[in-house]
Structures are given as structure tokens and as C-alpha cells.
């Protein structure tokens, strides 16, 4: 576990003096910021038109950094033979990914939590949200997080066995054709070949919809939006985002154990 | 005693896009290592030396053949709590410093608090890095790089130490330091086995080497045995001799070269030495030396390569 840990800090420490994930948070900021000038072309509906830019924000530029830096860790090693004084220590192979992806979620959180302040802080600029909305808020977040770490996940699998910018097409594909995903299941009706393709990609391709069960009306709890959050449905895209971030990590070790480092 | 015992060794690579076919770059090689020597692992670029490396610490697995470090599998990662790798050309996370990166490698071993700290000071002073020790690792020269990676492979202690060519990239000086730690290991009783194709140094401090080529072996010893077995006639000095003397000597000799009263002749197989001497001493002239012409290692390496 310790090795694991020291490899999870040393994952931090090079995403934070990498350049790349400044570049990144400040995009994100200014447009969270943008957000409050787009709300004001609003009638009434400013905070709500802020919080889905600014959720929005969070959940495009944390994707970008899973992918930016999640496919460039593994493969940077690799390609630059870092890797080679590393496992000569008494270090497994499957410790060097469970660090890696570790490290990955640590930058993720404290980025997500930058972000996070930064909405709040465009919330609280208008200061006509309510008190709970501020709370209501962590469990949006939260679940953007599971949504990127499950990318990060699947980042880190393609990178153990492509090259970076093939696994950067297929995590943002995936991604992208994972918010969709309950259409899958409906490609293909009458045909039965077709049906089972969709069926099977329905299955395989992770529900990145799951995630999305929090928007801005959700946060907002404004008079004419009655639905609560459900704590079961958030909890239940937790567990669907743990079982399958450890399949695909299964997976990636599976993959990393046996190659041969030339 | 074997630290290192290498059991007929065999990796393959598949090659080629389409239809993949296997290439063999390490043949059958089967080796020891004794504890405590110092181990030269010869052989021109492309012979298989740092596939053999990586094999023996795992990050390559053979096609067939075994291999054991200290009594342990190569992959048994207990045993690798024991010994210290120097990858060739090595390359560290360049968002580090020095402090940082063996900090990082100690850490792996389990180390930490103030001894791992005073130990990472004493490292970066003996490979000479101490004025660069909090400096990022994208500044520094290859040498420096180098210099740090020998430091990284003796963390732990270690009583085995690979070194994939330690000396290259090193100037001079930087060479004559590296000699300088590889001998204080010996002394400290550490084995060494180290991979090179800079061959003064090689001979300078190897008690034992083997020679690869082509991925096979070729030879494995002493430097004296192998260079012994192939030694190439002998050079003989003569005074007190004369024009007719030199004549004479001439038909056993394949040179012969006066220089001021000293004759210096070459004789090229055991037959001709024996004439020359029976005649040096049948007719008194003065023998001042008898020399065996040992090739170099160089000489004999050159040979090997351009043989094969």
C-alpha cells in the first residue's frame, strides 16, 4: 500500500507542475465566469442558466483533463523509460497502475474543487440562490466526479496498450456516445443481428447518463421543479461507477502484467 | 558462491506488421555470477546485452530459460528489495529534483523519515551532485542524468548492482568517478555485474567478463584467460648482433626491426620462438626480453565482430 501511495504523491506532483492543467482550470474559470454574463440576457432563470454552464464547464474541462493527462501518464512512461527503473524495484506491476490512477483522481478532486469554488463563487455574485442550493450543489458535483473518474478509468486502460492520441478518440468517443447510451439499446429494432449489436454496446460502453441526475433546476429546487434528489439513484450510480472503474482497471492490469517493456 | 545464475536464457521478438515472425535476440545464454566480483557483460551495440538486463529485472519475460538472482526468481519482487538497476541511457521524471526523485525510489523500498533523508544526501555528494540536488531534472546533462541513475540503483544498499552501461554519456572524469564507486562497492562486497561496450574501463575493473554477440555467447572468464588464448606470437630483443646474425634470423622472424644496438624481431607461432632462442643462445648474442603479443580487448572484440 505504501508503494501504491508513494506512487499515487509522485502522480500529483507531476500533474500539478505540469503546464497543461493550469492552461485547463483557467478555461474553466473563465467560463464559469462567462456564465454570469450569459444569465443576465436571461429572464429569472440566471442561476439557473449559470449552474448548467458552470456543471457543464466542470464536466467538459475534467474530461479533458482525464484525458490530457490520464493517456500521457502511462504512455510517458513508457516512451521515455521512466518505467524501467521503477519496476526493477520491488515494485508490482499492478501497484504502478493502482498508483498511477490513484495519483489521476487526487489531481481530478483538487481540480473538480477548484472549479466547484469557482461556481459557488458566480452563485453567490448574483446572491438570489438559495441557502440549500450551495449544498445541493456537492452531490452535482460529486457525481461529475464518478463520471470522470470512470473516463480516467477508461483513459488509463487504452493507454496501457495504444498510443496517446488513439486513446484520447477512443475515451472521448466512448464518452460521448455513452451520454446516449439508452439509444443503443434501441438501435437496431427488427433487425435481429442489429438488435443484439446494440444491445451488447448498450452493455459494454459505460452508461455515462447515470451521471447526469443533478442539473441546475435540481440544484436550484426553484417553484416549478418539485422533483427531489434521490439519494438512491445517487447512490446507485456510485456503486455502478465503482464496480465498473474496477473491472477496467482489472482489465489495464491484466494488459500492463504481461507486456514486454523493449 | 552464484548470485546471479542465468540458465539458458532464450527471448524472441516478433517483428514485422502483418505477418509478425520471431527474431531472436538472446540465444541460450547460460551464466554465473559469483558473489562479491565484479561482472563486465561485453559486447558491440545490438548484442543482446540490455535485453539480457531487462530479462533478469523482469520487464522483458523469456521465451524460454530461467534466471535467479540471489537464490530468487527474477520476478519474485522480495528479492528486489536486494539489488539496484541502472537502465541504459536512463531517463527520470523530469519534474523532479535529485532529492525528490531518490526520496521517491526510497520510498518504494519502504524507506523514509531522516535515514532515508540522510541517505539521499550521501548519495547525491558521492555521485557528485551535490550543488544540483534541489534542482529540476529537466536542466541537467546527460552525465548528470547518468550520475543520478547510479545513485537511484544504490538506494536500497543493494547487495547486487546491474549497471546497463554506466559510463556512457560520462566525460573523462566523469568515467574515472563511476570506476571509482564500482570499485567501493567490490570492497563494500557488493556484486557488480555491468554491462559495457567501453572496454578500457571494462579491463580497468572487471574481475570476470562474458562476451555476447549476435545474441549468443561467446566467451566468459578472466580477461587474462581469454586474451591468453589468444596471443599472438612473440616479440623478442636482441643486442650484440650483426648484419650476417640478422640475416640468419630473418626466415623464422615475420618482422624484424633494428633500432640502434637492440634488434626487435616478432616470431609468430611457438616453432619460430624456439628457433630464434636456439639460435640466440648457440651463436651468444644477448637476449634482452621475450614478450607474449596478447591482443587487446579491443584487438580481440574487433575480431570477434568482424569475424562473425
Given at each position: 500500500m505504501n508503494r501504491i501511495l508513494a506512487i499515487a504523491q509522485n502522480t500529483f506532483r507531476e500533474t500539478v507542475r505540469d503546464k497543461i492543467l493550469y492552461n485547463l482550470i483557467l478555461f474553466a474559470l473563465v467560463m464559469i465566469a462567462s456564465s454570469l454574463a450569459l444569465g443576465q440576457l436571461t429572464l429569472g432563470n440566471e442561476d439557473k442558466v449559470i449552474l448548467d454552464l458552470g456543471l457543464g464547464a466542470i464536466s467538459i474541462f475534467g474530461l479533458l483533463i482525464a484525458i490530457f493527462?490520464?493517456?500521457?501518464?502511462?504512455?510517458?512512461?513508457?516512451?521515455?523509460?521512466?518505467?524501467?527503473?521503477?519496476?526493477?524495484?520491488?515494485?508490482?506491476?499492478?501497484?504502478?497502475?493502482?498508483?498511477?490512477?490513484?495519483?489521476?483522481?487526487?489531481?481530478?478532486?483538487?481540480?473538480?474543487?477548484?472549479?466547484?469554488?469557482?461556481?459557488?463563487?458566480?452563485?453567490?455574485?448574483?446572491?438570489?440562490?438559495?441557502?440549500?442550493?450551495?449544498?445541493?450543489?456537492?452531490?452535482?458535483?460529486?457525481?461529475?466526479?464518478?463520471?470522470?473518474?470512470?473516463?480516467?478509468?477508461?483513459?488509463?486502460?487504452?493507454?496501457?496498450?495504444s498510443?496517446?492520441?488513439?486513446?484520447?478518440?477512443?475515451?472521448?468517443?466512448?464518452?460521448?456516445?455513452?451520454?446516449?447510451?439508452?439509444?443503443?439499446?434501441?438501435?437496431?429494432k427488427g433487425s435481429a443481428v442489429g438488435e443484439a449489436l446494440g444491445r451488447t454496446l448498450y452493455y459494454v460502453i459505460p452508461n455515462f447518463s447515470n451521471f447526469n441526475l443533478i442539473d441546475g433546476r435540481a440544484v436550484l429546487q426553484t417553484a416549478g421543479?418539485?422533483?427531489?434528489?434521490?439519494?438512491?439513484?445517487?447512490?446507485?450510480?456510485?456503486?455502478?461507477?465503482?464496480?465498473?472503474?474496477?473491472?477496467?482497471?482489472?482489465?489495464?492490469?491484466v494488459i500492463f502484467s504481461r507486456r514486454d517493456f523493449k | 558462491m552464484a548470485v546471479i545464475e542465468i540458465e539458458n536464457l532464450t527471448k524472441d521478438f516478433a517483428v514485422g506488421f502483418w505477418r509478425k515472425r520471431p527474431v531472436r535476440v538472446l540465444d541460450d545464454l547460460t551464466l554465473e555470477v559469483r558473489a562479491g566480483e565484479i561482472f563486465g557483460f561485453l559486447g558491440p551495440n545490438g548484442a543482446g546485452k540490455s535485453t539480457t538486463l531487462k530479462l533478469l529485472m523482469r520487464l522483458l519475460f523469456p521465451t524460454s530459460g530461467s534466471a535467479r538472482i540471489l537464490g530468487r526468481p527474477a520476478g519474485d519482487p522480495a528479492m528486489h528489495q536486494r539489488i539496484g538497476y541502472l537502465p541504459e541511457n536512463p531517463y527520470f521524471y523530469d519534474y523532479l529534483t535529485p532529492r525528490e526523485l531518490l526520496a521517491f525510489m526510497g520510498r518504494l523500498f519502504g524507506m523514509g523519515g531522516p535515514s532515508l533523508a540522510r541517505k539521499v544526501d550521501g548519495l547525491v555528494r558521492q555521485v557528485g551532485l551535490g550543488e544540483s540536488a534541489d534542482v529540476q531534472l529537466r536542466k541537467f546533462s546527460k552525465g548528470m542524468v547518468q550520475r543520478l541513475g547510479i545513485a537511484q540503483a544504490l538506494i536500497n544498499d543493494p547487495e547486487v548492482v546491474f549497471l546497463d552501461e554506466p559510463m556512457s554519456g560520462l566525460d573523462p572524469l566523469g568515467r574515472m568517478e563511476v570506476r571509482r564507486i564500482v570499485t567501493g562497492l567490490r570492497e563494500r562486497g557488493v556484486t557488480v555485474f555491468l554491462s559495457s561496450h567501453i572496454l578500457p574501463d571494462v579491463e580497468a575493473i572487471c574481475d570476470r567478463v562474458a562476451i555476447l554477440n549476435r545474441g549468443r555467447l561467446q566467451e566468459a572468464g578472466t580477461l587474462e584467460d581469454i586474451l591468453r588464448a589468444r596471443i599472438a606470437g612473440h616479440e623478442l630483443i636482441l643486442s650484440g648482433w650483426t648484419d650476417a646474425t640478422l640475416e640468419l634470423l630473418r626466415p623464422w622472424c615475420s618482422e624484424v626491426r633494428p633500432m640502434g644496438e637492440r634488434l626487435h624481431l616478432?616470431?609468430?607461432?611457438?616453432?619460430?620462438?624456439?628457433?630464434?632462442?636456439?639460435?640466440?643462445?648457440?651463436?651468444?648474442?644477448?637476449?634482452?626480453?621475450?614478450?607474449?603479443?596478447?591482443?587487446?580487448?579491443?584487438?580481440?572484440?574487433?575480431?570477434l565482430v568482424v569475424g562473425s
Open positions: 493527462i490520464g493517456i500521457g501518464l502511462v504512455y510517458k512512461e513508457l516512451e521515455k523509460r521512466t518505467v524501467y527503473a521503477l519496476l526493477a524495484k520491488p515494485v508490482r506491476r499492478h501497484e504502478l497502475i493502482l498508483g498511477k490512477y490513484l495519483g489521476l483522481l487526487l489531481t481530478l478532486a483538487v481540480n473538480v474543487a477548484v472549479m466547484t469554488v469557482g461556481l459557488a463563487l458566480a452563485l453567490a455574485y448574483t446572491g438570489r440562490a438559495p441557502a440549500g442550493a450551495y449544498l445541493r450543489l456537492l452531490p452535482a458535483v460529486g457525481l461529475i466526479f464518478l463520471a470522470l473518474a470512470l473516463a480516467t478509468a477508461l483513459a488509463l486502460l487504452f493507454s496501457t496498450f498510443t496517446p492520441a488513439l486513446s484520447a478518440l477512443f475515451t472521448f468517443f466512448i464518452w460521448v456516445i455513452g451520454h446516449f447510451n439508452a439509444d443503443l439499446a434501441r438501435v437496431g421543479y418539485a422533483r427531489p434528489i434521490e439519494g438512491w439513484a445517487v447512490a446507485g450510480a456510485g456503486a455502478y461507477a465503482v464496480i465498473y472503474i474496477a473491472l477496467l482497471l482489472a482489465i489495464a492490469i | 616478432r616470431a609468430d607461432d611457438r616453432e619460430n620462438l624456439e628457433a630464434v632462442l636456439r639460435f640466440v643462445f648457440a651463436h651468444g648474442l644477448e637476449l634482452v626480453s621475450v614478450n607474449p603479443i596478447r591482443p587487446s580487448l579491443e584487438e580481440y572484440f574487433q575480431t
